[in-house]
Nanobody
Framework: QVQMVESGGGVVQAGGSLRLSCVASGRTLINVDMGWYRQAPGKEREFVAMTRWSLRGYNSEYAHSAKDRFTISRDNAGNATYLEMNSLKPEDTAIYYC????????????WGKGTRVTVST
């Protein structure tokens, strides 16, 4: 059974930076997608960034709101992902959830418990 633990959230002023980490345990996660979603108060969960597995390595994808400010990375073993967030805005305030997506005929999505990010003005 895979478990993901997020860390790195906190309170930061607008314009500041944070680095989120997600470490998975329980099985090797090389050939799966791993990334981040977030849920702001009163809103639905939304996609932020993802590392998608391919035979040629991991490809990064970003939501429009995250492009040019956030950088996602993945460790070589595939079991951890990191989200470097710069130039944070109050609208980035949310709970950030780590996601593991196992593609296939019956896709599976696994979620961490989340880490809270608050960006103050």
């Amino acid at each position: 059974q895979v478990q993901m633990v997020e860390s790195g959230g906190g309170v930061v002023q607008a314009g500041g930076s944070l680095r989120l980490s997600c470490v998975a345990s329980g099985r090797t996660l090389i050939n799966v997608d791993m990334g981040w979603y977030r849920q702001a108060p009163g809103k639905e969960r939304e996609f932020v960034a993802m590392t998608r597995w391919s035979l040629r390595g991991y490809n990064s994808e970003y939501a429009h709101s995250a492009k040019d400010r956030f950088t996602i990375s993945r460790d070589n073993a595939g079991n951890a992902t990191y989200l470097e967030m710069n130039s944070l805005k109050p609208e980035d305030t949310a709970i950030y959830y780590c996601n593991v997506h196992v593609p296939g005929p019956v896709p599976v999505d696994l979620w961490g418990k989340g880490t809270r990010v608050t960006v103050s003005t």
